[in-house]
């Protein structure tokens, strides 16, 4: 079984802060995909990283795939109430899987207090 | 051009009845993936279904649930004599191709879920 370890499981901070989230794992992946999921919605993809070492920016949101393909952040400049919600790292190909079955990491509850 | 569309969006049930939940994707797209989110824990894998085949369906539970994705109409998720524990969030989601690089053309899009909760 490929684990995705997530982390911080909750984060709680003022608005403007900075806050990084990292999922690890053993386990080699070809993709890694961040979602972030509302209550009571689906998870909505932010971003696929594909290349060890990539670095993808979305405004403030900054992302990583490590070099080793095993482990990602999530980096979240100057946050803002608008970015509470439930984030979700999840990578495919573990195991030389050769289709998009995901493994999920547990999520961080982030809350930014105005 | 319509998302991912699960129905129902809530769904209770009693013990031992049945439970039937379905997942149309999206527009183009062949490749259906179930997964269940339990309260407080990650998403998990269930099945993977190609029209009219199962894929791997190493995540599914060895009885009770079944899935199918017909050549016509929708991908059904089944479960049979519902406990307790099966009280959860089920999520599908589509792709166009099957592929493991889920970028580009071949983007993995979640359906908003459907809520069983078993009585």
């Known amino acids: 079984t490929q684990l995705l370890e997530q982390s911080p499981q909750f984060l709680s901070i003022q608005e403007g802060e900075n806050l990084t989230v990292y999922c690890n794992s053993s386990s080699v992946f070809s993709s890694l995909q961040w979602y972030r999921q509302e209550p009571g919605e689906g998870p909505v993809l932010l971003v696929t990283?594909?290349?060890?070492?990539e670095v993808k920016k979305l405004k403030r949101l900054t992302f990583q795939f490590g070099d080793a393909r095993k482990d990602s952040s999530l980096h979240i400049t100057a946050a803002q109430p608008g970015d509470t919600g439930l984030y979700l790292c999840?990578?495919?190909?573990?195991?030389?899987?050769?289709?998009?079955?995901?493994?999920f990491g547990q999520g961080t509850i982030l809350t930014v207090h105005p | 051009n319509a998302g991912v569309m699960q129905n129902p969006r809530h769904l209770v049930r009693r013990r031992g009845q049945e439970a039937r939940l379905r997942c149309s994707p999206m527009k183009g797209h062949s490749h259906v993936y179930w997964y269940r989110q339990l309260p407080e824990e990650g998403l998990k894998f269930m099945v993977y279904l190609q029209k009219e085949n199962i894929i791997d369906e190493s995540g599914m539970p060895k009885e009770r649930f079944s899935a199918e994705f017909p050549k016509e109409g929708p991908s059904i998720l089944r479960i049979q004599q519902v406990v307790r524990g099966d009280s959860a969030a089920y999520f599908c989601a589509s792709s166009p191709t099957g592929g493991v690089l889920l970028s580009g053309a071949n983007v993995l899009t979640f359906g908003a879920g459907s809520r069983l909760t078993v009585l």
């Open positions: 999840a990578g495919a190909g573990a195991g030389g899987t050769s289709y998009g079955k995901l493994t």
């Open positions: 990283v594909v290349t060890g070492g």
